[in-house]
């Protein structure tokens, strides 16, 4: 009884409404947009490849620890950092000071910054003290290391007396370029400050 009411316009009438309704869907479907979503409700597992958030669809400052995979980060952007190391330094007066290890530090905004010195003083030819300061921007900090020995020699020709000094300076230092150095003289005897170094990191503004 069908096939008696079929005819080549019912026919042809019947799958151009077909593709109508398939093309309209499909019309729909590709122009969702913010509007047509319900806040919170989108989820990872919904986004193809974990691809569909890039940078600018974070808000600035909103993501946390958890979320950031620190091997990835570049600590220069974080924090200004830098380093010195040298074989043997020869102080050689007990009034001027010897620079034994210097490093400076572009700092890009206002920052305090912690200063590392070690080094190892060694006595020749008997008991002897260097003295050894930090300094910043060439002015010399108040109270520094004394290593080595007043009354008798207490290490073998071989051996060293290890010293390390941390220092941060009172003030917050401004925007620009700053040197920062491990500075020793004679305070007795001859001495040799051996592989002495240096260290500077930006540790935070106010």
Excluded: W
Aim: charged share 20%.
């Amino acid at each position: 009884m069908i096939r008696r009411h079929l005819s080549y316009a019912n026919v042809t009438a019947t799958l151009a409404l077909v593709f109508a309704m398939a093309g309209g869907a499909a019309y729909a479907v590709d122009k969702i947009n913010s509007h047509d979503v319900v806040n919170g409700s989108i989820r990872s597992i919904d986004l193809k490849n974990h691809k569909g958030v890039r940078g600018k669809d974070v808000k600035r400052d909103s993501l946390t620890g958890r979320q950031i995979d620190e091997r990835t980060l570049k600590t220069g952007a974080l924090s200004r950092i830098g380093g010195d190391e040298d074989v043997n330094c020869n102080p050689n007066s007990s009034r001027l000071f010897t620079i034994c290890a210097r490093v400076q530090l572009t700092l890009t905004k206002r920052s305090k910054v912690l200063v590392i010195v070690t080094g190892n003083q060694e006595s020749v030819g008997g008991p002897a003290q260097a003295g050894c300061r930090v300094t910043v921007d060439g002015v010399r900090e108040g109270l520094g290391v004394l290593p080595g020995e007043t009354v008798s020699d207490n290490t073998s020709p071989g051996a060293t007396n290890g010293f390390a000094r941390t220092f941060v300076p009172r003030n917050t230092l401004a925007i620009g370029v700053h040197q920062f150095a491990l500075a020793c003289q004679e305070f007795s005897g001859n001495v040799r400050i051996d592989t002495p170094t240096i260290a500077a990191l930006a540790i935070g503004s106010p």
